[in-house]
């Protein structure tokens, strides 16, 4: 089933989401469910709180960069209570988006590797070392579970620049082609 995304300005976006155990409600169905809605929405990521669920949970398929990113190649994962134990190497800039955030794409500076522990859909732990394009939408969407969002790492003139967008997107006022819910209703 394909979720509503919870919009810019929705207070649930903005809380730092609590850890889950194996035993959670319809965990499998509500995973399936975010791969169903990412892929309608053209999303390479996407993590619980934008999909009204304030939980350490979000999903990753890196595969659209797989031609000209090597570390992209079948990268498609389930992230449960993931923690950042590292960043590091080179600060590197790159135009992101998010489909909580629509029609504004903006440059982000994040580090090229980090060095993460997770759970998977299993509940199998992992320690791994991710670096380019696949650190990058995992720091991402972890930041979603720490209640951040990318447009708080835009330089702050752009912030600027965007506020009408954003304000607009709070209001309900968006083109987004996926369904959404909106801190408040259109005027």
Known sequence: MILPIVAYGHKNLRLKSSEISADYPQLTELIENMWETMYASSG???????????????????????????????FKKVFINAEILEYFGEDVPFTEGCLSVPDIHEEVIRKEKIKIRYLDENFELHEEILEGVVARIVQHEYDHTEGILFTD???????????????DIQKGITDADYKMIFASKKK
């Not at 993590?47 to 031609?67: C, E, G, H, M, W």
């Not at 330089?155 to 967008?165: E, F, S, T």
Request: glycine content about 2%.
């Open 153 to 167: 790492k835009i330089h702050p003139l752009r912030k600027i620049m965007n506020k009408k967008k954003l304000s």
């Open 44 to 74: 390479v990521g996407l993590a619980a709180p934008q999909v009204n669920k304030s939980i350490r949970l979000f999903v990753v398929d890196a595969t659209y960069y797989q031609d000209e990113k090597p570390e992209a190649v079948d």
